[in-house]
């Protein structure tokens, strides 16, 4: 069953602290999206990517950083310099960039807390 | 500045109602709208996506609208069901732009 895995589901992060989430997809999309839901907020697109070794800035990326070294994983780190971590983040993928049409499938969110 | 509204907030219907939920937006030029639903702590579900030459598209009992020139959309649902509970995105793309403009969502709730 071809889709998008995200883990942990939940996760804690002590002050001063980088945390690595995890999105792994198989549906051999090659682009990659990261966004970050507050509550009664829209979605807000963090980082994204079109190819391997390749990505982009979104509206909020300032605190995070991604990588891109397999088509089928893209690591998001929330580092210590994101002084309000606490969010559900929600990867995704679509077949490409640029065919606007096509739909994003979303992987089930890991929500991020501060200890 | 892009933005895309969803009326109302929030929703209560009972079971085996019909419901319409709204979308108005501002992105110009456009491309394409998305209804989303997502269930509570889970990643949001494509229901369906209108491009500018589209005025409906349906999905089982889930029936998108789509008026271009008043920049509105609306997402109709007939006999609701409990499984329908949960949050609406409505999400809009610009002509030429790889983002997408969320809306903040509407919260529907079914009872029995």
């Known amino acids: 069953d071809g889709g998008i895995t995200q883990s942990p589901k939940y996760l804690f992060r002590k002050e001063g602290q980088n945390v690595t989430l995890s999105c792994e997809q198989n549906?051999?999309?090659?682009?990659m999206y990261w966004y970050r839901q507050d509550p009664g907020q829209g979605l807000r697109l963090i980082y994204y990517?079109?190819?391997?070794?390749?990505?982009q800035k979104g509206d909020i990326a300032e605190g995070y950083s991604v990588s891109r070294e397999k088509k089928e994983s893209f690591p998001l780190t929330v580092t210590s310099a994101q002084k309000n971590p606490t969010a559900f983040y929600l990867c995704?993928?679509?077949?490409?960039?640029?065919?606007?049409?096509?739909?994003?499938?979303f992987g089930d969110g890991t929500r991020l807390s501060i200890l | 500045k892009n933005q895309v509204e969803q009326s109302p907030q929030s929703l209560i219907i009972l079971e085996g109602k019909n419901c319409t939920l709204q979308?108005?937006?501002?992105?110009?030029?456009?491309?394409?709208l998305r209804w989303y639903k997502q269930d509570t702590g889970r990643g949001p579900v494509s229901l369906t996506i209108?491009?500018?030459?589209?005025n409906t598209k349906s999905n089982g009992r889930y029936t998108a609208t789509l008026d271009a020139d008043t920049k509105q959309s609306s997402l109709h649902i007939t006999a609701s069901q409990l499984s329908d509970s949960a949050s609406y995105i409505c999400?809009?793309?610009?002509?030429?732009?790889?983002?997408?403009?969320f809306g903040k969502g509407t919260k529907l709730s079914v009872i029995p």
């Open positions: 979308c108005n937006y501002t992105v110009s030029p456009f491309s394409n």
């Open positions: 209108m491009t500018f030459s589209e």
């Open positions: 990517s079109q190819i391997v070794n390749d990505f």
């Open positions: 995704a993928s679509s077949i490409d960039l640029r065919v606007g049409n096509q739909p994003q499938h």
């Open positions: 549906l051999n999309h090659d682009a």
């Open positions: 999400v809009v793309t610009g002509a030429g732009s790889y983002q997408l403009t």
